[in-house]
């Protein structure tokens, strides 16, 4: 594996900015409203997601107490869109009873409890994976957890950061221990590893297109060693 220092990620992160600009994630108009989209976003394009985040809005269900009385007999057909609808009402039901009886529903106080002790209850509810529980810590309660993916192994490791087999808390100690503890930072990179991943470095990358191809220090090793 090729030497990652924090000069190569910044310069790595500074790429993508000025290609894509900043990413503004995210979109939601309030911070239970993320931790909801957070959960409806498994496995599934954000379009999905956000359609099944308005149903939930326009049908007045985006209250921790309203939701959870509204069951998910009533939640599933709402979220249709985005796709395991039956599995992702019960996963929000999961998250609402652990809400309403550790944290009385408070998004402020769920923000005020040890960041550790959140994240390791919240990877004891069933359905409740590392990449769900990190975007809930960094994007709804603005804690400094770098979110990793699948989009992010496939890059760092094509860039020759590490290898395609590496666990996710490999992949989150990878970032954590070179940069530095600034949630911006944090938001806005796995955004552009998303919009990257999502767009140009696909399983059949563009790398022609890629504006981490060849920056400065950044060399893109499946890139070269490709001739692509
Ligand atoms: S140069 Fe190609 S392989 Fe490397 S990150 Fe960009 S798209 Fe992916």
Redo the contacts with the bound molecule.
């Keep these: 594996m090729s030497e990652c220092t924090i000069t190569h990620l910044v310069s790595f992160y500074s790429a993508l900015k000025d290609a894509h600009g900043l990413q503004h994630w995210w979109p939601s108009e309030s911070r239970f409203e993320t931790i909801i989209g957070a959960i409806l976003a498994q496995s599934v394009s954000w379009t999905g997601a956000h359609k099944a985040v308005c149903a939930l809005k326009d049908a007045g269900l985006l209250e921790p107490h309203l939701l959870f009385k509204a069951g998910p007999d009533t939640i599933a057909p709402l979220i249709r869109s985005s796709l395991y609808y039956n599995q992702k009402a019960r996963k929000i039901m999961i998250f609402l009873s652990w809400f309403l009886d550790t944290c009385d529903g408070e998004i402020s106080k769920m923000a005020s409890l040890p960041c550790l002790m959140v994240r390791e209850e919240l990877l004891q509810l069933s359905g409740f994976g590392p990449e769900t529980v990190d975007s809930i810590l960094l994007y709804a309660l603005e804690k400094p957890v770098f979110v990793a993916d699948a989009y992010t192994r ?2 760092g490791s ?2 020759g950061w590490f290898s395609e087999d590496i666990t996710y808390a490999g992949m989150q100690e990878f970032f954590m221990s070179r940069l530095p503890q600034d949630i911006p930072l944090y938001n806005d990179f796995h955004a552009q590893i998303v919009y ?1 991943g999502n767009r ?2 696909k399983k059949n ?3 022609s297109s ?1 504006p ?2 060849d920056h400065g220090i950044i060399q ?1 090793r ?2 070269h060693n490709m001739n ?1």
Excluded: F, K, S
Aim: a positive charge; hydrophobic letters at 30%.
């Design positions: 496939r890059i094509r860039q990257l140009i470095c990358p563009g790398c890629c981490v191809r893109c499946y890139a692509r």
